[in-house]
């Protein structure tokens, strides 16, 4: 319950489209550090802090210090989707007499610290912290640190005075990015431990080599780590952050500085630099056009489905697609409510729980209690006051709500009033109820259809291939618009999950580079294509490119 | 003048629950230890880190509290100066320019004696008068200091106040009202204005009372309000005895010195000469020595004595 998963998703998306416009707008500003806090700031907007957009200086309110200032692009855009200001505002960045100034300023409804020296934020929410206290109030601080800034010993200092003081009202989220404007961090002052390999960002992967938790571990707080664009283990780390008594927190969130635009990831020249306007649409759909995989555990052992979820996280799945079936709605039985509220536990990974069974309006309560972030009922199993009462409860109860049609139902006629407000749309690619079969090939045609329909009505959310998608199909549904795929016998069937999900993750990432060097060639010919290319400067991107635009004759 | 700072520090603490103060490693040299016996949840000792102490007191008087944070000179103004311009001076919400946080340094200017020229602040009245909506102090004796205690904890805004180690010379009568915008004019004169601040106000006095003798008139000023700086009563001390002496603990770069010599350029241009340290820094004096320390760098009764004699001849 209250996952709001979806939510955090699609408005972390929306404000890294904010920061590219204004970023291009403005022709300077921090995008890779916006990026690469990205959902750690969306997990605090649209989740764990309290505020009042009408009153912003509310006393009650959680505080958000953004340490590393430099980020501003990607504070304001989240104040702009929370409501502080008008999304048209994020344009103004740095412009003289706008309220958003190059480094966030109290000009800015919604800001509390006025950045861009490093190193002082969290001696400053170090002071907020004891004003809390002392005046009794629930209030919580949550800091954004950068690694590159914790070069400054005034971060030292605060950990010290945070840990004496035993602030367990302080959630400190380190943003470890990797990067900082010079160079790598580990090669301008590192903070792990050197590793083996000459990757400047190696002790990322490198679990071995991980100093930084140790450092703030010995300074007195609770550490807890996570992969920084996970929204599950952000959410989850910061909700363990409220339940700590008498020490602060840290969240040492590994990141990609970057994160979304793949030119601009893990590339230190990104760190304060603005995208140039001729690349922006194309920046744009790089960015919608990310894509999860979904694999689903029926196509596993039945009998155990807890070991399965541990494949599932292993294999690096984005979400568990959870296959309900009812032995009426579709005519085999799978599991319940009961066996998922069971497997809950053993994972952060959101459930998609895919309810293919009878009147879902009387038991998605159930459904949504267990644990589920995201539900999808079939539009053939209800009406549209059903679907109504079913819309409203998952929204109310920050559950992301989907519907899924089979293969000869088409989008129902009542669905248009929901479509803006709809987190996800299953286009069902095989007759429901058995694992393994394959993919109705009309299911393209009929994807893109659907799609082109749902945007005529304002669709926010994303659409997820089901039925028969593998390895060798994968491209043609992600050229379809699908955006999250579903695989059974394909991810979970196979021996080597890990392998299987890389290899249909490398298809998905093959159709959307082909996807953006297309766009690139509408919008200027083989000379923007070039450009485009160019852009892409770390490890082996640049050659890849080019190998795929000769592939697909845009070179 | 540390003594008193504690006794206001602890009236103003039992009137105001907001009042908080911050301290790094020198509560105790401070005076504001008695403060923490009394309130132990309002006082933080945030050991030897002043960066981190300005930036506390920022986060403290955002939140609403009246922080007040203090150690010596040379590691406030001379170490944290970027805290206490982008923290304190800087944020600024509608009418509230900066933030509410006190900034009371003690150990100000050559007169700290026996711990040496590292030790000797110099330069803050300059750091902390070119920083934007501070209001800087630096008061003649204690009864000033208990004065302008109180004041900061009933004025909004950042404000910095310097102390001078040792005991002074008492120039105000307990009680005095003072307030910061407005020099007092200590003794009246039509020959020369003597211009002075902290422990060189006490001299200023000594060398008038010399001069009268020699029927120089001399007009006596404390200017321990640098910023803002009483434009009002410069113009007319100008205008009235036609040239100026100032007398200060700091470098005659940047100091209430050239302050007073802006203001009245501005209003009514007048022959400026300002005592105080030449552009260089100081060193060790024990305490029987401080005099003649000071002495050698211009500030003594006997040197401004001269001073205006030169002036008026």
Redesign the interface.
Known sequence: MDSRYSIIRRNTLKARALVIRATAAAGSGHPGGSFSMAEILGCLFYKHMTYDTNNPLWKDRDRLVLSKGHAAPGLFSHLAISGFIQESEVETLRSLGSRLQGHP???CPGV???G??L???L??????????R??GLSSRIYTVVGDGESNEG?IW??T??AAK?KLDNLTVILDRNYVQQDSYTEGVMPLDAATKSSDPVAARGDPTAWRTSDKWRAFGWHVIEVDGHRIEQIDSAITESKRISGKPTIIISRTVKGKGVQHMEDNPKWHGKAPSKSMVPIILDELKSQSLVAPSIIAGDMTRLDLEVKRCDEAGSDYIHMDVMDGAFVPVVTFDHEKLKELRPLTDIPFDSHLMISEPVKHVKRYAEAGSDIITVHAEACNVSEFGEIHDYLRSVGVGVGIAINPKTSLPVWLKEFVPTLDQVIVMSVVPGYSGQSYIPESHKKTRDVIQSLNKMGFNGVVEADGGVNVSNVADCFDDGARVFVGGSSMVGQPDMRRAIDDIKNSISYARRRMLLHRAHILGGSDMVNNWIALHEVGEQHNVLHQIAQECGVL | MRTEYGRALLEIGRDNDDVVVLGADTTDSLKTAGFGREFPDRLFNVGIAEGNMVSMAAGLAYSGKIPFASTYAIFLPGRAVDQIRNNVAYPTRDDRRGLNVKLVASHGGLSVGADGGSHQQLEDIAIMRAIPNFTVLVPADSASVYSLTHTMAKVYGPFYMRMARSKTTMVYDDNCDILPGKATILRDGSDCTIAACGITVAMALEAASTLHKEGISCQVLDVFSIKPIDDITLEQAARHTGRILTCEEHNTIGGMGSAVAESVSSSYPVIVRRVGVNDTFGESARDAQVPELLAQHGLSSINITKQVRELVR
């Not at chain 1, 001696?123 to 809390?132: E, I, K, P, R, T």
């Open positions: 300023d109290m000009k509390e610290f006025c861009g020296s190193g002082t934020g001696s400053y929410s170090v002071g907020m912290a004891l004003a809390a002392l005046d005034q200092e605060a010290m005075t003081f």
